[in-house]
């Protein structure tokens, strides 16, 4: 069963979060008092869409490493203090609490739209033709073509009776200029079928959604409610 | 690589979205119908390459491949930079939302630059595959760094840039073999013009 956040439009979705992380990555500096205010919003947007919390938690520690060397960088480098604690500390958890809060909408967004749906917000949010097309194609064929890689890997692997040495690099090149040449290839059989389908360089939808009054509504409250949450402190 | 929300100041990370998006428009525009193809191809090809990790002194890196878009794809390169990063932020959480201007910024600008290196000409085709390769990587490392000295993170970031020079050095040699390998097989591929 899916909850109130999925089932509104993706766009909504979109401008939601992104809203959100606006707010919160705009708190100044030192200021800690309301991201206790945030996570229990961001809280209750994960009850209000049922996601997985193991995924949510799965993806914040993938954006950690970049997350804690920047907080690293700040405790540390402004010395110490006279009690011997890092004077940057207060500075530190800023930037921890920013990124991770960040990091934890950003997969509330990933967990709660599909791919597809997101590409379908993005393109109905006026992005550029280029990127919808580009991204489109990335999408159905991002999938073929990591396969097909892991084959020729799988082809070298089996057919290689010693390690590679100083050659290996050269392989890995030749490697990859065939997974391109055969992309590249693959990339006109593909031009020529869609032409013959009639594709004229846009790209067709057939999906239609209506941006509904509750769907604008959603997005207000719920900016209203982070800047609330952030003047409040 | 890939800078997450939350570090860099929000205005910054607005401001690089208008000029990286602004940049979408304009080095996107008057896409021939088999040119948004390929692209798209292309964009896939060094996603799905990047996902690969290649063992380098005991440890494993992955690949960027920023230089090797500047070469295929020209000033083009920008918008398939910018997608595959929209998709590692949305797949992997590699970057973030508010942060994708200024990653799409930091790596096009090595990948464009590596554009306009192989289309001088000058040198050998092998140096100069290498030497796009080296500033696709070396490019984003060095304006990352540049980035977190200027918000107050201190001169770290400078010596992990000059850590990336290991990197670099291995993605200009595979860029170097790549290039070698299309120039035999398809030299066609190495001379478009856009």
Redesign the interface.
């Known amino acids: 069963m899916r909850g109130i956040f999925s089932r509104l439009d993706p766009r909504a979705r979109i401008l939601t ?2 809203a959100a ?2 707010i ?3 708190t100044p500096m030192g200021v800690l008092w309301p991201f206790t205010s945030y996570l229990v919003l961001c809280f209750l947007l994960i009850l209000m869409s049922r996601a997985s919390g193991f995924y949510l938690l799965w ?2 520690l ?2 950690s490493p ?2 804690l060397l ?1 907080a690293g ?2 405790a540390f ?1 402004a010395g110490l203090t006279v009690d011997g604690r890092p004077a940057g500390l207060p500075l530190a958890a800023s ?1 921890a ?7 934890l ?3 509330f ?2 967990a709660t739209t599909a ?1 597809s749906d ?1 590409l379908w917000g993005l393109r109905h949010l006026k992005a ?4 919808n ?6 999408y159905r ?2 999938g ?3 396969e ?2 892991t084959r020729l ?1 799988r082809a070298r692997d089996s057919r290689t009776v010693r390690p590679l040495g100083k050659l ?7 490697q ?6 055969r ?2 290839d ?3 059989h ?2 020529a079928a ?2 013959s389908r009639g ?3 846009g790209w067709p939808v057939t999906i239609s959604r209506r941006f509904s009054f509750f769907d604008g509504a959603f997005v207000v409250a719920s900016s209203f409610l982070f800047v609330a949450a952030r003047l409040s402190s | 690589m ?6 860099i100041p ?2 910054w ?2 401001a690089a979205q208008g000029i990286s ?1 602004a940049a ?2 304009w080095l ?2 008057r ?1 021939e ?2 040119e ?10 060094t ?3 990047s ?2 990790h ?2 380098l002194g005991g440890t494993s890196v992955h ?1 960027g ?1 920023y230089g ?1 878009t500047g070469i ?1 794809a020209g000033r ?1 390169s920008f ?2 930079i ?3 990063l ?2 590692q ?6 970057g ?3 942060t994708l201007g200024l990653n799409a910024i930091n790596m096009g600008t090595g990948s464009l630059l590596a554009a306009f290196l192989w289309r001088t000409g000058f040198g050998s085709d092998g140096f100069r595959a290498f030497l796009c390769g080296f500033v696709g990587v070396l490019v984003p490392a060095l304006l990352i760094a540049i980035e ?1 000295a200027l918000a ?3 001169k ?2 400078l010596f992990m840039a000059a850590l990336y020079l290991g990197a670099a050095g ?1 993605e200009g ?10 120039k035999t ?2 030299p066609g ?1 190495l001379q478009l013009r856009v």
Do not use: N
Not at chain 1, 128 to 131: A, D, H, R, V
Not at chain 1, 168 to 174: A, L, N, P, S
């Open positions: 979060i992104v992380v606006l919160v990555t705009s993806r914040c993938a954006a970049f997350i920047a960088l700040f480098q930037v609490l920013k990124g991770y809060t960040a990091a909408l950003l997969a967004l990933t791919l997101l550029p033709e280029s990127l097309v580009i991204l489109g194609m990335m064929y991002v073929v073509l990591t097909e890689y890997e290996r690099f050269h392989v890995y090149g030749r990859l200029g065939s997974l391109i040449l992309s590249w693959r990339a006109d593909i031009h869609m032409v594709y004229d360089g | 890939h800078i997450a929300d939350g570090i929000t205005e990370c607005v998006w979408l428009y996107g525009k896409l119908t088999d948004v193809v390929r692209l798209g191809m292309l964009a896939s090809a996603f799905a390459i996902l690969a290649f063992p690949l491949l090797l295929l083009r918008p398939v910018f997608a595959a929209l998709f932020t949305m797949l992997f959480q590699h973030g939302l508010l977190f107050g993170y201190g770290g970031f291995l040699v595979i860029t170097l073999a790549t290039v070698t390998f299309l097989s398809r591929l």
